[in-house]
């Protein structure tokens, strides 16, 4: 897949061209699995750095998974901006159901556990996916 052509991602296309730099140069992950393993090992290393009240070194490492990331959508040949962007908007209707379904109920949002916001939350994502599947080519 060529560089994400984004204009306003200019973080996530320099961490493509940064990537394919190396890649081209043979530093690269002879295939996905090695870039699994660094997503786990970043993700690691800020609950490591967090646990530990160290919030600037999980900060740092945050940049280091959103790095990681930004390769292992190179590796999927997907446009990372692209996919957050559906993302983003994915988990806006979704959460949109969700208001819906508790405002049903006769509630707010705001007077809910977190559990009950969990259960509501995976109904919505049963529903939303089940109708996304039928668009996905």
Same mark, same amino acid.
């Given at each position: 897949?060529?560089?994400?052509?984004?204009?306003?991602?200019?973080?996530?296309?320099?961490?493509?061209?940064?990537?394919?730099?190396?890649?081209?140069?043979?530093?690269?992950?002879?295939?996905?699995? /090695?870039?699994?393993?660094?997503? +786990?090992? $970043? =993700? &690691?290393?800020?609950?490591? !750095?967090w646990?530990? /009240?160290?919030?600037?070194?999980? +900060?740092? $490492? =945050? &940049?280091?998974?959103?790095? !990681?990331?930004?390769?292992?959508?190179?590796?999927?040949?997907?446009?990372?901006?692209?996919?957050?962007?559906? !993302?983003?908007?994915?988990?806006?209707?979704?959460?949109?159901?969700?208001?819906?379904?508790?405002?049903?109920?006769?509630?707010?949002?705001?007077e809910?556990?977190?559990?009950?916001?969990?259960?509501?939350?995976?109904?919505?994502?049963?529903?939303?996916?089940?109708?996304e599947?039928?668009?996905?080519?």
């Open positions: 897949m060529a560089e994400p052509d984004d204009a306003g991602h200019d973080a996530l296309r320099q961490a493509w061209r940064v990537h394919n730099s190396a890649s081209s140069l043979g530093f690269d992950w002879p295939d996905i699995s /090695g870039v699994f393993a660094k997503v +786990r090992e $970043e =993700l &690691g290393e800020i609950e490591h !750095a646990g530990g /009240g160290d919030r600037v070194h999980a +900060r740092r $490492e =945050l &940049g280091d998974l959103l790095f !990681a990331a930004v390769n292992l959508a190179r590796f999927l040949e997907a446009d990372p901006s692209a996919e957050l962007i559906e !993302a983003t908007a994915r988990f806006g209707r979704r959460f949109e159901l969700l208001k819906q379904e508790v405002s049903r109920e006769g509630r707010r949002v705001q809910c556990s977190l559990s009950e916001l969990d259960a509501v939350w995976e109904r919505v994502k049963r529903m939303t996916t089940e109708h599947k039928g668009f996905d080519p």
